[in-house]
């Protein structure tokens, strides 16, 4: 059996999607209704925006999108700086990076809900690059159009071709999909009681994958 790095295991996979569906519960319902991963949704609200000339507003949605460019580069230059890092894996300090920038936006008031869904943004960027595959598969941790889309072309494929390595991909597609759900579920009863600082919770969920990636290989 080949060895997979424990950055792209199922448990990492697992508290990355939880993160993922719980950052959108939390940045759309409590510092508001903006999408924290969803940038296709965040582009087309600020176009809408524009349109009916509530330029002030757009900003509400431009903010997150920039922020998110701002974390994949960020992960761009702490992966092609690896060879300067000796004393834990490049992808830990980018989960450092996430959990301490949680904690912070978890002590930050309503009025600077705009400063908070930048940094859940760029958060967001900085998972989506850092962590793009499960098990050797290509999979979105922080949105769910692309694994909609290929889980279903790989459970049709594997249905139609007898192809059981297919339909246990698509599978896993799905199931991201669904943890995805669970995660926005928890954050949705999370933050009606813990409000702003719910995202400590999701500081949690990364401590755990900050922990587990000292092992370098999965089981």
Known sequence: MKNRQISESIKVGIFLALSGGFMDA??????????ANAETGNIILMALKVCEGKFFEAVNYLIPIVSFAVGVAICEIIKYRKERINMIHW??????????????????????????????????????????????TAMATTMCTGNLKTGTQNMYHGIKTGDRSAIEK??????????????TTIGYFA??????????????AMINIFIMMFKEFED
Not at 170 to 183: D, E, H, R, T
């Open 91 to 136: 992808r830990q300090i980018l989960v450092l990076f996430e959990i301490f920038a949680f904690i912070v936006v978890g002590f930050m008031p309503q009025e600077m809900n705009r400063v908070a869904n930048s940094i859940i943004s760029m958060i967001s960027g900085i998972q989506f690059a850092t962590f793009p595959k499960i098990r050797g």
């Open 170 to 183: 698509g599978l896993y597609y799905y199931v991201c999909i669904l943890v995805f759900i669970a995660g």
């Open 26 to 35: 939390y940045s759309y319902i409590n510092r508001g209704k903006v999408f």
């Open 191 to 204: 933050v009606k009681l813990m409000a702003e600082k719910a995202i400590f919770l999701a500081a949690l």
